[in-house]
């Protein structure tokens, strides 16, 4: 199993560009996320997806979209890049729980984004 | 609102010393998970434990032991004899049932430092 994959590792953007980041995973696991790590911040959540088909905003959304058309793949969209973007972004799965709260979350080994 | 507070943002011990990271959480819920995720230098965050709240026994695993007591909403982190190996950033993270359980907090950080 591979688990998480993201793809590219890194990229460098110039303001204004756009991008897309592809998150893979092979766990079947019903619940996709989008992070953003920023030094001193921790990590935010801007989108996260329940299920193929569907997704939701999270913590910080501005200036990013996504989509999950199969139930393996989550897409991060950057329709205009701007500087503030710059960052560590990671892409994570969980399965669903019987109870309300999920469970461990399995991480991506991270994109290095830098928009100059 | 939900906070993880970790007051630690660095930690430098000598090899074979004892640490314990620091992690203070808010929420008005009864219902909660804390977790702890360890990330290497090599960026990938990787799961450790998770704590649900109506389950205050200590756990012990090799080196490392979580003491949670919801009198003091603390949820620590004790690494015994460390090892170069330990140094990494270790984040806490509160999962909030109030949002389907699929939200998950975290805490800003504490990089620990470990010397040979």
């Known amino acids: 199993n591979a688990g998480v994959t993201q793809t590219p590792k890194f990229r460098v953007l110039k303001t204004g560009q756009s991008m897309t980041l592809l998150c893979a995973q092979d766990m079947n696991h019903e619940y996709m996320y989008w992070y953003r790590q920023d030094p001193g911040m921790g990590l935010r959540l801007i989108h996260y997806?329940?299920?193929?088909?569907?997704?939701a905003k999270g913590e910080v959304p501005d200036g990013y979209n996504v989509s999950r058309l199969k139930k393996q793949n989550f897409l991060l969209g950057l329709e205009s890049a701007a500087p503030s973007q710059t960052s560590v972004y990671f892409c994570?799965?969980?399965?669903?729980?019987?109870?309300?709260?999920?469970?461990?979350?399995?991480f991506g080994p991270g994109t290095r984004l830098t928009v100059t | 609102a939900q906070k993880v507070t970790q007051a630690q943002t660095e930690i430098s011990v000598v090899e074979k010393e004892d640490v314990t990271l620091d992690c203070v959480y808010e929420t008005r819920d009864t219902t909660y998970y804390l977790f702890w995720y360890k990330q290497p230098p090599s960026g990938e965050l990787v799961f450790l434990i998770r704590r649900n709240s109506f389950d205050e026994q200590n756990e012990i695993s090799g080196r490392y032991s979580w003491n949670f007591q919801k009198s003091t909403s603390s949820f620590n982190f004790t690494i015994t004899a460390s090892q170069v190996v330990d140094s990494a950033v270790y984040f806490c993270a509160l999962s909030d049932p109030n949002t389907g359980g699929f939200k998950t907090i975290f805490g800003a950080g504490t990089r620990l430092f470990v010397k040979a």
């Open positions: 994570a799965s969980s399965y669903i729980t019987t109870g309300l709260s999920s469970y461990e979350q399995y």
């Open positions: 997806s329940v299920g193929e088909g569907t997704t």
